[in-house]
């Protein structure tokens, strides 16, 4: 990252990422330098499966890490995500995960999603992450967004969710024909991770 500032964090200072998304988990650690190594919840021996009942990003990101920051009284952070679709005035968005009905169901999502858009002539979309650090018992967001349209067919194999529908802008490949590094070096989590990591490099911790 280029930053010879001194940081708070011991290297490598461990986090725990607030998720039991395994496919989130494993796209932070290859975002993040080696400065950092991210403990999930599993790895931390809490099963535990967190609502996500607001209507905002932010506040599903807040209420995970502090849930779990009352839990365990440590710094973590946790993240919310998803796709917005503009014709359909946002939607997947908060409900992205759910979106056809069972959680975590990405075939029946994007195929809900595709029928959505069948006579929309604008696809535009973009991914949206939302980071809820919590530092010492206070809270602070980091946002990132990846614009882009919809495909009309699911194409490729990589990465998970939404991924072979959605076409970054400047690409003709969806982020599942792209490969790890490509969809990592744009994505919408990569910019709000990385947002966050600046914080943390410049953030006096008491
Ligand atoms: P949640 O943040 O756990 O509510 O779930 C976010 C949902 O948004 C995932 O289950 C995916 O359907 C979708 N999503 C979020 N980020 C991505 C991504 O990078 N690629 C594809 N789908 C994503």
Known sequence: MGNTSTTFLSMPKKIIFASNNQHKADEIRRILSSDYEIVTLKQAGIDIDIPEPHDTFQKNADEKSSTIYNMLKTDCFAEDSGLEVISLNGLPGVYSARYAGEHGNDQANMEKLLNDLKDSLDRTAQFKTVVSLMLDGEVYNFVGTCSGSIATEPRGNNGFGYDPIFIP????????????DEK???SHRKKAITHMIDFLNTHQHT
């Open 184 to 186: 990592n070096a744009m």
């Open 169 to 180: 802008t400047g690409y003709n490949k969806t982020f599942a024909e792209l490969n790890r």
